[in-house]
């Protein structure tokens, strides 16, 4: 995979190419730094990459769509200076339409909507694929397949919520594994390549859980930035 630098009056996009990756399912795995340690956030980056990461995962929280607060575009921005890794931004706030293209200038590769939030989805998701960059749509738990189904042809990403969005740390919701299976037979029957990624309660069990379901992508937060090795946490996401 090639992480490209695009320079447009003095903004800077970056994209991984679409066609390297759709149709392509190989075990993603992508630290989230809702789990890092905030103090040193640059260090981690390294870290995490130092250990086998192949994306960044950013949770934004505005505080409105979620109970949580975590950090805008100039975090997206710092951590797009520390590092060439694909930065995965996903995007939990209740006007996606309002902040994209602070995102998208900051740096974002790939960013990741809600069906759930207050926009118009279809025209969100244009919005991103327009600026060269992959589009993503979230479901949260509680949200069917259903939500997604008239945008699929839209997305270079699905993400199934596996925890209630909000906060780290929480335990795995195996009620969605169903909804990841059919999200990959419907991408299957539809000719479609997306990627399905998983986020929440993720490590190695529930890793495997998620890929016999049809899952690819694993976002994995306190397994990795806590676990005392975290390059090994990698590699037993990775090959579960």
Not at 74 to 95: E, K, P, Q, Y
Not at 108 to 136: K, P, S, W
């Amino acid at each position: 995979m090639t992480r490209f630098s695009v320079h447009c009056a003095n903004v800077r996009v970056s994209y991984l190419a679409v066609q390297e990756t759709r149709g392509d399912y190989r075990r993603i795995v992508a630290p989230s730094l809702l789990a890092a340690d905030f103090s040193r956030f640059g260090e981690e980056v390294r870290r995490a990459v130092a250990a086998g990461a192949d994306w960044i995962h950013l949770d934004v929280m505005d505080g409105h769509f979620v109970d949580n607060i975590s950090f805008g575009p100039a975090v997206v921005a710092a951590v797009g200076r520390a590092t060439d890794a694909f930065l995965d931004v996903h995007l939990m706030i209740s006007r996606p339409d309002h902040y994209l293209e602070r995102f998208i200038d900051a740096g974002a590769d790939l960013v990741t909507v809600h069906a759930e939030a207050d926009h118009d989805v279809a025209e969100t998701l244009q919005r991103i694929r327009a600026a060269g960059i992959q589009a993503g749509l979230a479901l949260n738990p509680a949200t069917p397949l259903d939500a997604a189904l008239p945008h699929l042809d839209q997305i270079d990403l699905l993400l199934c919520m596996t925890v209630v969005p909000g906060f780290g740390g929480q335990a795995f919701i195996e009620d969605v594994l169903p909804k990841i299976t059919a999200a990959a037979e419907a991408r299957d029957a539809r000719g479609l390549g997306f990627h399905i990624e998983v986020d929440g309660g993720i490590d190695a069990a529930t890793a495997k859980r998620c890929a016999d379901a049809g899952a690819n992508v694993m976002v994995a937060g306190s397994s990795t930035f806590r676990a005392p090795d975290m390059a090994a946490a990698v590699a037993a996401i990775r090959g579960a």
